[in-house]
Structure formats: C-alpha cells, structure tokens
C-alpha cells in the first residue's frame, strides 16, 4: 500500500520490487515499508503515483498526457528507477516538443531525464532554432541556465556547416 497524505493507493509488493530496485531494497534492508506493508510518500501527487502505479500493472501509459504530466511521472520513474517508465516518458515526452515548452523540457530532462530525451530536444531546437532565439525565454534561460544550451549551440553549428 502507498500512502499519500491520507489517500491509500493499493499496490502488490512484488510488483513494486520488479519494478523499482529502489522498493526492493526498502523491502530487503528491513525497513519499516517491508514490515507494516505501507509506503509513506510525501513529495508525489496522488494522481501521478496513481498513473505510475497502473503502469507497472499495465506496462503502459496513456498517450494523451500533456507534456507537465510526463514530466511528474518521469520524475517519479527517475527517483525509484523504473527503467522502462523513464524510457516511455522519455519517449512520449519527445513527440510533445513545442516552442512554448522547450525549455521546461530541456530543464527537467538535466534533472532526471535521458539522452533519448536530450536528443529529441536538441534536435527540436536546432530545426527550430532562428524561431527559439528570438524568444525572450531564450534570453531569460540563457541566464538561468547556460550550460544546458551548450549542446544546443554546438549542434547548431555542425547543423550550419552540414555536419548533422
């Protein structure tokens, strides 16, 4: 059972140690998750350990999230190491790059994304990038966050000289 403020979301232990190496140490190590059969968490929203939860029964999960949903549930795989979830979200997140959320993408995926998901954004930036400079969030991420355009500026130029 994980438990979130005072919601209770039912759940298998043996599905959540396949799943999450994490869980299954907290199982292995005798902690009090292993012994009173509940997981307390504090720092998910209920709805998104639900969709983590149903894809660990499923394998799957709904392709009409918006992106800021993949990006909890991506979260959520990161901190528990759910490796095929990390991978989906990675994935559906890469076909849900616009302007107006590519640097929230960029920002998460240097958090607890991959480099399926830093390819899918670069490669969005640099076939968009005479739009993308002109933003103002360009500017104001560019202050904020240099290093995560490093790449951006780099593929640029192998994309002007045909190196891409």
């Known amino acids: 059972m994980i438990v979130i403020d005072e919601k209770e979301i039912p759940v298998h232990k043996i599905i959540l140690a396949a799943y999450s190496p994490v869980f299954l140490a907290?199982?292995?190590?005798?902690?009090?998750?292993?012994?009173?059969?509940?997981?307390?968490?504090?720092?998910?929203?209920?709805?998104?350990?639900?969709?983590?939860?149903?894809?660990?029964?499923?394998?799957?999960?709904?392709?009409?999230?918006?992106?800021?949903?993949?990006?909890s549930i991506l979260k959520v795989a990161d901190k528990y190491e759910i490796k095929d979830l990390k991978?989906?979200?990675?994935e559906k997140l890469s076909e849900k790059i616009t302007i107006e959320n590519v640097f929230e993408i960029l920002e998460k995926n240097s958090l607890?994304?991959?480099?399926?998901?830093?390819?899918?954004?670069?490669?969005?930036?640099?076939?968009?990038?005479?739009s993308i400079i002109e933003?103002?969030?360009?500017?104001?991420?560019?202050?904020?966050?240099?290093?995560?355009?490093?790449?951006?500026?780099?593929?640029?130029i192998a994309a002007d000289k045909g190196n891409l």
């Open 135 to 156: 933003l103002e969030d360009f500017k104001d991420f560019y202050r904020r966050k240099p290093e995560l355009l490093s790449d951006f500026f780099i593929y640029s």
């Open 112 to 130: 607890y994304g991959g480099p399926l998901l830093t390819k899918s954004v670069l490669y969005f930036m640099v076939k968009n990038k005479s």
């Open 87 to 90: 991978g989906l979200c990675e």
């Open 26 to 71: 907290m199982f292995k190590a005798g902690m009090t998750e292993s012994t009173n059969k509940r997981i307390v968490v504090a720092d998910i929203e209920v709805d998104i350990m639900e969709k983590v939860v149903e894809f660990m029964y499923t394998g799957t999960i709904n392709p009409v999230f918006e992106y800021d949903v993949l990006l």
